[in-house]
Each structure stands twice: as C-alpha cells, then as structure tokens.
C-alpha cells in the first residue's frame, strides 16, 4: 500500500511557535528553504520525510505528534455531518482535509452548531408532546460533551496519569489501603446492591462483595482518585471549561475511572509487559488481576508523547448493537451517531461466548486492521437478578500486527484474508455491500423497475 503523504501544517506551525523560532531559523536549522516551510505550514506541501527526520534529531521531539488522530477524526465527523440531507452538495474528502488541517476551531464550531440544529429537529418531530409548554433552550448534551473531550485528546491525560502511576508504586492495592488508613476511613464489604459507597461523615468506604475482585480493586482506586486528587481532577475540568455543571459532574466521574485504570495498570510497566507478551491479553489480566476490558481499554491509552505503545481503538456495544464506549487513536474513526458497521467482529462475538474472534478488515479508504473482539458478562451476583451482557473490541493498523500475538496465523500479506468493513452505514461508500441498513447519504439513488438485486435501490456514482 503506497504511503500517504503527511500534511500537518499547523502541527509544525504549533511546534515552531513552542520553540520560539522564527520561519527563517526554523528553516534553516531543519535544512529547507523558507518558502518551502512557508508552503509547509500551509499544507500546500506535504511535510517531507528530511524535515521529519530533522525535528526528531535536532529537537529531538517525537515526530507521531505531526500524524496524531485529530484530523482524522474531524474528518470523520465532517463526512457524517454534511452527509445530512439538509445539504445539497458534499465537499471533497480533499476540501474536507484542508480544513480540518487548516482550521480544526473553525470545523468543531461547525459540528457543534450542526449537533445543535440535529437536536433543534429531534425537538421539532416530537413537538406535539411538548405542546403548550414553555421550550426550552437547545444546550449541548452534558454526555457528548464530556465523550467528545475525552474522544478529541486521544482519552490520554497525561498530568493524571503520571499522578496514578505515581501512587501506585509497586502495590496499587497495597497503596490504595494506605492511604485510607492514614486519613482514618474504614473499608467493608456490604451485600448491598451498589458497587461502591463513600459515606464522607463517618469516613466509611463499602464496596460490594458480589463484585469481581478486578471490579472491587477498580472501584476502591476510582474512590481514592475522588479523595486524594480533588486538586488535579478539579484543575482539569477547569481546563475542559465544560459549558454545564452536569458535563463537569460526569466528566469528574470519568477521570476518577482514567485514575483508576491508570493506577491499576501503571503506564512503564504495564506497557512494557504489553510488548513483552506481545499483547496476550489474558496473559497481561492474570499479572495485573484485571478485567479483559480493563486491560483492552488501558492498551488504546498509551498515548504519552516520547513513549507512545500500539494506536489501537477500543469500543464496546451493547446486544442492540449501540455504541457504548468508543475511542481511537488510529485512522479508524467511530459513528457520532447510531451503531458500528454490522460486519465488525464485535458482533459477532454474543455468538462465541469465551473466546477471543480475529478479524483482517479493510475500511473504504482502504486501511488495513487487526480486529480483536470478545463478549463480556457483569453478573448481578444474585439469583433472579439480571446479567448484563457487553462485547468488547480493540483493533490496530495492520503495520503493527508483527506487535500482537493475534496476528500470529494470519495471511496479513493476502488481500483476499482482508473483510471489508465500513464506519457507518450513513456515511459508508460501498456500493455493493449486503449487510447496509440505510442508504447512504451523500449519494444518490435510483430504484429499477423490473430489475431487484440484495438491495431495493441501486446507489449511483
């Protein structure tokens, strides 16, 4: 597959403005000419493979900051935005690159208003339930707002982090009761429904004994985040400046569960251990004591800049298909709204309960992955009580297959091994597919009288 070439002028802009270089130094000590930097960070050339050897070796700056998924995303975003019919005309996939290159404020201000208006007509549809009530105004809703925060900085926070793997030492566990101990709360088990219960005023920490031990260690670590880090989780939401109290309570509880997992997994050794068993993940939950989820969702998190693991994406769905949980730091970018592609492993694994499914699948834009999928079961701990049922994936580009035992097997070199596969079925390209739910919508269609083929329409070039 050729390589695609990288345009990333305003990462290069970002950098020279960090270092405090004018073009002409900048130039000059990168070995080009300043026009062509000038076109550079302009993305009227791609950035050549000389200057990105240069920053790496001058600078020494890890050059996976100029190819980081934020354009990417945008992208996707676009695509599945503008595919509404409320416009007429698609711009190019080229025109739709430029601008989330050139101007990524510009273009989320743009998916903000167009997730405005998408709300505004849900609103309308369902108006005459609402008849004779006062409207109220159409805000963000506090859940996309915190999941797009954590979705646009690649779900990696470095300062929380480094502050879990910190406390964490050698026994994260071992620390956890620690510091429980020195602040004079008690730790019981209850055989009460909650998972976790912090009574502040008798300074009494209950966690549930029908829990699985992963689950009551992940919970104890979510508590202690909540109180020995109030500062740092409180100085991170200032910085998300979220534009409601409820986006801020839910995104607290979302980097009390980062801490958490961070803190159970530490970032040096558990990425080491990633690559030592090349990414066995039963092998990484027995030395952890980890949940599988736990560990596939640590792994598409190790993202520090100048010790960056495998870019994977995770995502979760429910046996209705609905996205969960999602996040990616590869090329490979999730729906905003509806499910992921029927023909994705992930769904298939409710079919195969224990047991781990591979998959080599090729995107519409002809990128290569290592799907990895597996079912997952949170039993109630009671009789009578209901189980909830999830199913898990994590996938890589197929240039990091060599990284994952899961590629040990496979034909990755053979086109015909590879499934094709889209992101949606709204904003998918293929033509031809058996499995499209709904037509797309940036294409048009016309309906054969006396011809039916799988689908009732033909979609047109």
Request: charged share 25%; proline share 5%; glycine share 4%.
């Amino acid at each position: 597959m050729s390589q695609k070439k990288l345009y990333a002028g305003v990462k290069l802009h970002e950098i020279r403005t960090r270092l405090g270089l004018t073009q002409k130094v900048f130039a000059a000590k990168l070995g080009v000419s300043l026009p062509y930097l000038n076109q550079m960070e302009n993305n009227h050339r791609p950035v050549s493979t000389t200057v990105v050897l240069a920053l790496a070796q001058e600078f020494g700056l890890d050059v996976t900051e100029l190819s980081s998924g934020d354009t990417e995303r945008i992208v996707t975003d676009m695509r599945e935005a503008l595919a509404d019919p409320v416009f007429s005309d698609t711009p190019p996939l080229a025109d739709l690159r430029l601008a989330a290159s050139n101007a990524p404020a510009l273009t989320r201000a743009f998916l903000e208003l167009h997730s405005a208006y998408r709300r505004t007509q849900e609103r309308l549809v369902s108006l005459d339930a609402a008849l004779g009530q006062r409207a109220e105004s159409v805000a963000v809703s506090p859940w996309d707002e915190v999941r797009d925060f954590f979705h646009y900085i690649d779900n990696h926070i470095d300062a929380v982090d480094r502050a879990a793997e910190f406390f964490a030492g050698d026994d994260p566990v071992a620390s956890a009761h620690h510091a429980l101990q020195e602040r004079g709360i008690t730790l019981s088990l209850s055989e009460r429904k909650h998972l976790r219960y912090y009574d502040p005023e008798q300074r009494e920490l209950t966690l549930s004994a029908q829990a699985a031990p992963a689950t009551r260690n992940f919970q104890l670590l979510h508590q202690i985040a909540l109180i020995t880090q109030s500062d740092l989780l409180e100085a991170t939401l200032d910085l998300a400046r979220f534009q409601s109290d409820q986006a801020r309570a839910i995104a607290r509880i979302g980097l009390a569960n980062y801490f958490a997992g961070a803190a159970l997994l530490p970032y040096g050794r558990f990425r080491a251990a990633a690559q030592e068993t090349r990414h066995d993940i039963e092998r990484l939950a027995h030395r952890f004591d980890a949940s599988f989820e736990q560990i596939m969702h640590r792994l598409s998190t190790l993202q520090r800049v100048g010790d960056k693991g495998v870019p994977f994406f995770f995502v979760r769905v429910d046996q209705a298909g609905n996205i969960t949980k999602r996040h990616s730091a590869t090329r490979l970018q999730f729906a905003r709204f509806g499910g992921a592609c029927p023909l994705w492993n992930v769904h298939r694994a409710f079919e195969t309960p224990s047991h781990f499914l591979r998959q080599l699948a090729q995107t519409p834009d002809g990128e290569r992955y290592l799907l990895l999928a597996r079912d997952v079961s949170k039993h109630a701990g009671a009789w009578g009580a209901p189980d909830r049922r999830y199913a898990i994936a994590l996938g890589c580009e197929v240039s990091h297959a060599s990284q994952l035992v899961y590629a040990d097997g496979l034909d990755t070199e053979n086109p015909a091994a590879y499934e094709p596969i889209g992101t949606s079925c709204r904003i998918c390209e293929r033509s031809d597919c058996h499995q499209r739910s709904i037509p797309p919508l940036e294409r048009k269609l016309s309906f054969p009288v006396n011809r039916r083929e799988v689908l009732p329409y033909e979609i047109r070039e």
